[in-house]
């Protein structure tokens, strides 16, 4: 029988969990969403590639990284008009989400990422991962794992297509990509189309949207206020090929991350109180303490941000 890859968090036994707490493994947990996307790809696209990636990453660093199954839902309240489509009320995302980590952090795991599939999860798993680092004395990230890709600012120029802003937003040439890739057998290709924001008609300077960016000023609401087929970008320039090489990049980048936090070691942190507040901290937010009183940081703060004389990055 084929052994299990080290890194499935749900494979261990309590004693291998104390082991890699013990080697300060990075713990990722990913989260997707099960969601309409258009009539050629299925439900499961944002849980399905989430897992590819963070899978694919863990491969490339498997001594760094244990990996939680995916959590399969997410909030997607904006597309319930599209049959399938399953909500998630956010308070109760975010609770849950949050308790995820907690539950981590008690085990003594002190680096957790979450890494998500889909993109109206992004605010609510921010709020996650900033309230286990306040609640916890665990550090955490939240990240979208298409992020991995604009981290080589060279990658999407030879990679995409498609128009911006909204040739890649929903069902699109890079979601439609990797499923190709992924799990090709379940694409409908006689199914595939170009979907079109209705808004972006108005060719406004602040309402407008794409996976990657958004304007300053861009309404999120319905799907189906602006979409008659839930694809929103240019599913038709979609290939197997992309896919692969998205998938790789976003893997590789990811693993980066992955090896980066885990080495970065925990900033001091200073009180500046004076006097030093008589009841504890609110909000759940107690059980952290400060490192020391007054400054904690050297002189690279000190200095406006120089580093052996130099300003960071030059």
């Known amino acids: 029988m084929h052994k299990t890859e080290p890194w499935r968090y749900e494979k261990l036994t309590w004693p291998e969990i104390n082991d890699a707490v013990k080697q300060k493994k990075v713990v990722v947990v990913p989260i997707g969403s099960i969601e309409q996307h258009g009539p050629h790809l299925p439900l499961d696209v944002d849980m399905l590639e989430v897992t590819a990636v963070a899978q694919a990453a863990a491969r490339l660093v498997p001594d760094d990284v244990l990996v939680l199954p995916t959590q399969v839902n997410g909030y997607t309240g904006h597309v319930m008009d599209f049959p399938g489509t399953i909500n998630i009320h956010f308070e109760h995302l975010i609770h849950f989400m949050v308790d995820i980590g907690k539950s981590l952090a008690y085990h003594g795991f002190k680096k957790i990422i979450f890494i998500n599939g889909h993109g109206s999860n992004a605010p609510n798993m921010d709020l996650v991962a900033r309230r286990v680092n306040l609640e916890t004395d665990a550090e955490s990230i939240a ?60 060719q406004s300077r602040f309402g407008w949207v794409d996976l990657f960016s958004a304007g300053a000023g861009t309404k999120v609401s319905w799907t189906a206020s602006y979409s008659d087929t839930g694809v929103l970008g240019e599913a038709e320039l979609a290939t197997k090929e992309k896919g692969k090489r998205a998938l790789e990049e976003a893997a590789k980048q990811f693993s980066r991350l992955i090896q980066e936090f885990r080495a970065r070691p925990k900033p001091a942190r200073g009180d500046h109180h004076d006097p030093l507040p008589t009841i504890p901290m609110p909000w759940g937010q107690e059980f952290q303490k400060p490192t020391a009183q007054g400054k904690v940081h050297g002189e690279y703060v000190k200095s406006g941000g120089k580093k052996n004389g130099k300003k960071n990055g030059k």
């Open 143 to 202: 990240s979208n794992w298409w992020a991995m890709l604009n981290v080589d600012p060279e990658f999407m120029k030879g990679w995409r297509e498609s128009v911006f802003p909204g040739g890649c937003a929903h069902a699109c040439e890079l979601e439609t990509s990797v499923y190709l890739y992924v799990d090709e057998e379940n694409v409908k290709k006689d199914q595939i189309r170009n979907g079109y924001i209705e808004f972006h008609k108005d």
